[in-house]
Structures are given as structure tokens and as C-alpha cells.
């Protein structure tokens, strides 16, 4: 029994009314309407329930899509920033509107002004990839080679200091190209240690020199099935088989400073370890988490050289800029990283050691090679994206798979060392 | 959560901006399709209201606070884009503390009168709406109009005529009546 009736007062004919009220959040339910606290009690229900709902039904992106603690430190950041610009508007428009007391009230009343509006704790922090420098390490045993100038018949190694970084797509840094993969996913720390990387894809004369010496036979021409390209005499352009197609000709015209294509992940191992017997040091695949390590050479963001895509700084889809090429361009033709590293981006994708996981989840620490739980795919990571790709195909962060006997005249790959304290 | 962010300490916020992210992707899913850069300008509007009002509720941040939050901002939002003003806008606007953090009446408020007094009663009652044959888009109207929207934006929304947004939310009541008898 209602207080209504107790009291034996009118209960209001707009009572339906009043309940649709309630529940919109118009009016606050009277203690003494049974009917509106009802109404106030399936508004808080309808409102809790989609709460629970947001938090329990979640796309399968959006659940690997965790913000990490730099992300969050970014957000901070820029968060902070945009109060510190509008509190200067505010300080602007407070001059224009109270000009004239603002001059008669002088200095004491914009110290006050600026003591009200004051806002604390409020520092930016602007996140840096860690890296951290070991005195033992001896730059001048590596040499850099020039831009535009190319590496002679063994490839050029550099010395990549390890550090940390975060891999994979971070939100607001790595999608702003318009979004990542859903295997780029999630974000996570990744601490790397010192080790050798080439800093070009291996050439076509590199190649050349190890197939002079073996007369090794890669898989296109071995299995007499040749190499996959695009093929664009037919309608919608299909990726497609040549048995015309090989390293040797990729279907556009190169020299012996390409980067040698139509190269299998099984191709690599067997010119990985001629090159080690070759150079008496052992040589590999990098790893995925040092690939992008270097790749991203000490930035967050999107490309080592920020967050726009440019064709003055890598050979991807179109040319225009320094990108004079339409398909691959001779290695060394693009700037730097601030780790030395060319050619990461675009040009050709890049095999490394890892088998393919469709996500970072579990993904062991310590920038080693992911080679667990394959689930028997026989399915390689390749990195970087290639001289087909749009912006978002070429960021730090892309990545995609290939089998261990797939070859394409977009794949290549560069060789790491690891890296010897004692050497000399 | 929240003192993380605050004070740029332990995991830097990332558990409670991971939270309102998640949010603002339900939200964008289930009411209003946002586009990737809303969804940016969004979340970043909320981690402003979160630096600049956070330290009123450091202490007792809850998820239904900073739900209320990410909602508010996604209604704005969408709001500013579509000029429109329902008659709760126009109320909330004169309440700024309300328009930051929503005004949602705890849920141990519904449970100690009236006839329908149980959260289980309640469970029992829209679960069984759900499960019919337009369930779904009848509870996603139901909670739209508790967010505050009008006919016309839930319309646009739903792809409803105004006319049928009005009609389900009237046939609620009774919907409800019958349905509570049914099943508490």
C-alpha cells in the first residue's frame, strides 16, 4: 500500500507520465510513489545491465586491444596538454572580457587569477623507448655504409644496443594510418639484448656470390614452379604463380644492389648458413621482437620518422618523392634510422626466425624467437611490409605470415648476429 | 585505477584508460557508430574530465562512475554533431556536475520498495524480454531512453519510426507488469 493510500491522498492522474519521467532521468522519483521508484529502479537496472554488458561482451579486438602503461603515459601526456592550452584560452578570454578591470585591478589580480586557475600535478611525461648503453659496446668495429651507397658481397652488420621498447600496435601511435591488424596485437613490453643487424636486406649480388659458390637452386627454380607476382594482364590483378620467376628475374628489372626476392624462409636458412661457415661467425634470422626493435629505431611511432607515411623516406605503393621505383628499389636508397637500420620499411617484407601466431598473446619475453606452440602451421613471420603496400602496410608494426617454402617477389630478408661481448 | 592515472604512478593509468576504451567501443557498437578518430576524440575528452575532476572521487572511483563518464561524452558528442537537444539536455546543461558524472540512481535505491524490489526479479524479467523475438532492439531502445534520449535520437538510432519508439516505450510499463507477475 502506497503512502498515497495510507494518507489517503489523490494519487496524480499523470502517473504515467511521472513513471516515463523517471525513467528518462527527468525527475527525481518521490519517496512516497511506489510507481516511481520502480521506474527509478529499472533506469538503474537498464543502466547497470549495459554497464556489465560493455565490460563482458567485447570484440575480439577490442580484447586484445589493452592499453599499455606507455600508451597510458601518452594519454596522460597529451591529456594534460590539451588543459594547459585551454586553460591559456580561458586566460585569454578572461582578458578580453575584463579588460578594463583587468588593467585597473594590475598585477594583483591576475596573480590572483592565475592562483585560482591553477592547476597541479599536472607534468607531462613523454614516453622513450628505454635504451640502455653498455659501455663495452665498440661502434668503431661497425661501419656505416652511406645512404645511397651499397654493402660489398657480405652483408653490413651493424651494433643495435639493447634496450626496451614496447612491441606491437600501440593505440593512438601505431593506428593512426588508419588502424592495425588484429594480429598486432596486444601491445607489450619487450626488453632486447645487444645484437647485429644488417643494415640492408641481402642483395641480389649477395645472393648471387652464394649461389656462385653452391650452385645452391632455391625453391622457385628447384620445384620448377617458379615465384608468385601479380599478375596484371588478368582482370582483378590475382597473386599468382610464374614459373618464369625467380631471384634472378623477379619480373621487373634489377642490378646486384636489390634486394634479392622470390626467396623462400627456407631459402634464408640455407644462405644463413653458408654465409656463417663462408664467414666463420654464426649468422641467423632476427628475431620478430628485434626486427621491430631496430626497425623502429628508438621511436613510438608509427614509422621511425613519425606518423605520416612519406615516399622520401621508403619505397612503397606509387612513387613520387625519393621513391623513383615502382617496384623494389636498390637497398640503400632511403634514410636511416636513428639505429643506422635502412630499409625496414617497405621495399620488400622481411622474413624472420619466428613461427606465425595470430596474436602476441603469450609471446615469450626476452626478444627470442617465438618457435612454440606453431600448431604446425610451418607458417613464418615476414615484417615491413613491401613496395606494394599502402601507408599502413609499411608502419613498424605490420606484420604478416607466409609458409616456410612460399616465395613472392616481395619477400626478401636481411641476417643478425648475435652479439659477443669479448669481440673484437 | 583512477590514483594510477593521478599520479602517474604504478601501471600509469593504463587499467582505467584501457576501461574507458572499452567502453567507448561499446557505446560505438551498440548505440552510435563512432569512427575511429570520434572514438580517439572521445577517449581523449574523457581522460581530460578524468585529470580534471578525478581528484573529487580519487578515492571512491567506481566503473559505474566512469561508465556514467564515457556515456556522457559519447551522448555530447553525437549530440554536437546532430545539433540536437533533447529536454534532458537542456535540464542537464544547467547542472554541470551532473552532466560530468551522470546521474544514475544506485542500484540498492530500486530494491527496497515497490513492486518490482529484487535485482533477481528484474534479471529474470529483461532476460526473458531478450530472448524474444526483438528483445535485443527493445532493451537497447529501453536503455537509450534512460541514458536520457529522446524519440527522435533513438530513432535515428534504431532505425525506428518515432511513432514505434514511443509506442515500445509505453507498452513497457505494462510489458513489465505482466511479465514480473510472471516470472517473481
Given amino acids: 500500500m502506497s503512502k498515497e493510500d495510507l494518507d489517503q491522498t489523490l494519487i496524480p492522474k499523470d502517473d504515467e507520465e511521472q513513471w516515463r519521467k523517471v525513467l528518462h532521468g527527468e525527475m527525481v522519483p518521490a519517496e512516497s510513489s511506489d510507481t516511481q521508484l520502480d521506474a527509478a529502479a529499472i533506469r538503474s537496472y537498464l543502466i547497470a545491465r549495459d554497464e556489465v554488458q560493455a565490460v563482458t561482451s567485447v570484440a575480439e579486438v577490442d580484447d586484445l586491444n589493452v592499453i599499455s602503461e606507455e600508451e597510458a603515459r601518452v594519454v596522460y601526456h597529451k591529456a594534460s596538454e590539451e588543459i594547459r592550452l585551454r586553460g591559456k584560452n580561458t586566460w585569454f578570454e578572461a582578458i578580453k572580457k575584463y579588460g578594463a578591470v583587468f588593467l585597473i585591478g594590475g598585477l594583483s589580480a591576475s596573480v590572483l587569477f592565475l592562483l585560482a586557475n591553477k592547476d597541479t600535478n599536472l607534468k607531462p611525461v613523454v614516453p622513450t623507448p628505454t635504451q640502455v648503453v653498455d659501455e663495452a659496446l665498440n661502434y668503431s668495429d661497425y661501419q656505416v655504409t652511406d645512404l645511397g651507397k651499397f654493402p660489398g658481397l657480405f652483408p653490413n652488420m651493424l651494433l643495435i644496443a639493447g634496450g626496451n621498447f614496447t612491441a606491437g600496435c600501440s593505440k593512438g601511435w601505431d593506428d593512426v594510418p588508419g588502424g592495425c591488424r588484429p594480429s598486432e596485437f596486444p601491445a607489450h613490453p619487450m626488453s632486447i639484448k645487444t645484437f647485429e643487424l644488417a643494415q640492408h636486406e641481402v642483395t641480389v649480388g649477395q645472393f648471387a656470390h652464394f649461389v656462385e659458390q653452391t650452385q645452391y637452386l632455391t625453391d622457385a627454380e628447384k620445384e620448377g614452379k617458379g615465384c608468385v607476382h601479380q599478375d596484371m594482364l588478368t582482370e582483378g590483378h590475382p597473386w599468382v604463380m610464374n614459373t618464369e620467376l625467380s631471384w634472378r628475374n623477379p619480373g621487373y628489372e634489377q642490378d646486384d644492389h636489390f634486394p634479392v626476392t622470390c626467396i623462400s624462409w627456407n631459402d634464408t636458412q640455407s644462405y644463413i648458413k653458408w654465409l656463417s661457415d663462408e664467414t666463420k661467425t654464426t649468422y641467423r634470422l632476427p628475431t620478430e621482437a628485434e626486427w621491430e626493435y631496430a626497425a623502429r629505431g628508438g621511436k613510438a611511432t608509427a614509422y621511425f620518422w613519425g606518423s605520416v607515411a612519406s615516399n622520401d623516406q621508403a619505397n612503397y605503393q606509387g612513387v613520387g618523392g625519393q621513391d623513383k621505383w615502382e617496384f623494389a628499389a636498390p637497398v640503400g636508397s632511403f634514410p636511416a634510422n636513428p639505429f643506422s637500420v635502412q630499409d625496414t620499411s617497405g621495399n620488400l617484407w622481411e622474413w624472420v626466425q619466428d613461427c606465425w601466431h595470430k596474436t602476441y598473446h603469450n609471446m615469450p619475453s626476452g626478444g627470442v624467437a617465438w618457435e612454440s606452440d606453431c600448431a604446425g602451421s610451418n607458417s613464418r613471420v615476414r615484417r615491413g611490409g613491401a613496395w606494394d603496400a599502402g601507408a599502413a602496410g609499411i608502419r613498424s608494426a605490420i606484420r604478416s605470415s607466409g609458409g616456410e617454402f612460399d616465395r613472392s617477389n616481395l619477400y626478401g630478408f636481411r641476417v643478425a648476429r648475435d652479439w659477443q661481448k669479448q669481440k673484437k | ?184
Fill in chain 2, 1 to 184: 585505477m583512477l590514483c594510477n592515472l593521478l599520479d602517474q604512478k604504478q601501471d600509469y593509468g593504463a587499467a582505467i584508460l584501457s576501461l574507458v576504451e572499452r567502453y567507448v567501443n561499446h557505446f560505438s557498437r551498440c548505440y552510435c557508430n563512432l569512427s575511429f578518430h570520434e572514438k580517439q576524440d572521445i577517449s581523449q575528452e574523457v581522460a581530460i574530465k578524468l585529470l580534471c575532476y578525478g581528484h573529487k572521487v580519487r578515492e571512491n572511483c567506481s566503473r559505474s562512475w566512469i561508465y556514467a563518464l564515457v556515456r556522457n561524452q559519447c551522448i555530447s558528442f553525437v549530440r554536437k554533431q546532430t545539433t540536437e537537444l533533447s529536454v534532458l539536455n537542456r535540464s542537464t546543461e544547467a547542472n554541470d556536475d551532473a552532466n560530468i558524472v551522470g546521474v544514475i540512481p544506485p542500484l540498492a535505491e530500486g530494491t527496497d520498495f515497490g513492486m518490482i524490489n529484487q535485482i533477481d526479479c528484474l534479471q529474470k524479467v529483461f532476460d526473458e524480454i531478450e530472448i524474444q523475438e526483438t528483445g535485443k532492439v527493445d532493451i537497447a531502445i529501453y536503455t537509450q531512453y534512460a541514458f536520457g534520449l529522446s524519440y527522435v535520437e533513438i530513432s535515428k538510432r534504431s532505425k525506428r519510426t518515432v511513432d514505434a519508439v514511443g509506442r515500445r516505450i509505453s507498452l513497457l510499463k505494462k510489458r513489465l507488469k505482466n511479465l514480473v507477475s510472471e516470472h517473481c
